[in-house]
């Protein structure tokens, strides 16, 4: 699976971006995907996974706490892509975001640096 990850840009705090990522293959509906992000100087993080659906229907989805109620993750199989929509945008949120794909949600949840597929990075910068 390769991941091609986009929508990243200068926002002010308060606004909003929905960053993309478009997965190669045909077996995206059955990989979990995730975000990650990594700001200046601090370690890469998690920031939200979906869950794959046999019927490609019912997903879970899960938040680090710091995006809980502002992001929200997404996914579109028919066109292979993942999004994450980012709302009341803060300074701290700056960092270079990351799409990611796994068979198990769980290695995305709980990341230890063990990911079956990076996407590159996209810049998100917040200003004040």
């Known amino acids: 699976v390769q991941l091609q990850a986009s929508g990243g840009g200068l926002v002010q705090a308060g606004g909003s971006l929905r960053l993309s990522c478009t997965a190669s293959?045909?077996?995206?509906?059955?990989?979990?995907m995730g975000w990650f992000r990594q700001a200046p100087g601090k370690e890469r993080e998690f920031v939200g996974a979906?869950?794959?659906?046999?019927?490609?229907?019912?997903?879970?989805?899960y938040y680090a706490d710091s995006v809980k109620g502002r992001f929200i993750i997404s996914r579109d199989n028919a066109k292979n892509t993942v999004y994450l929509q980012m709302n009341s945008l803060k300074p701290e949120d700056t960092a270079v975001y990351y799409c990611?794909?796994?068979?198990?949600?769980?290695?995305?949840?709980?990341?230890?640096?063990?990911?079956?597929?990076w996407g590159q990075g996209t810049l998100v910068t917040v200003s004040s």
């Open positions: 990611a794909a796994d068979k198990l949600v769980n290695r995305l949840r709980y990341y230890t640096g063990n990911i079956e597929f």
């Open positions: 293959g045909r077996t995206f509906s059955t990989y979990a």
């Open positions: 979906i869950s794959w659906s046999v019927a490609s229907t019912y997903y879970s989805t």
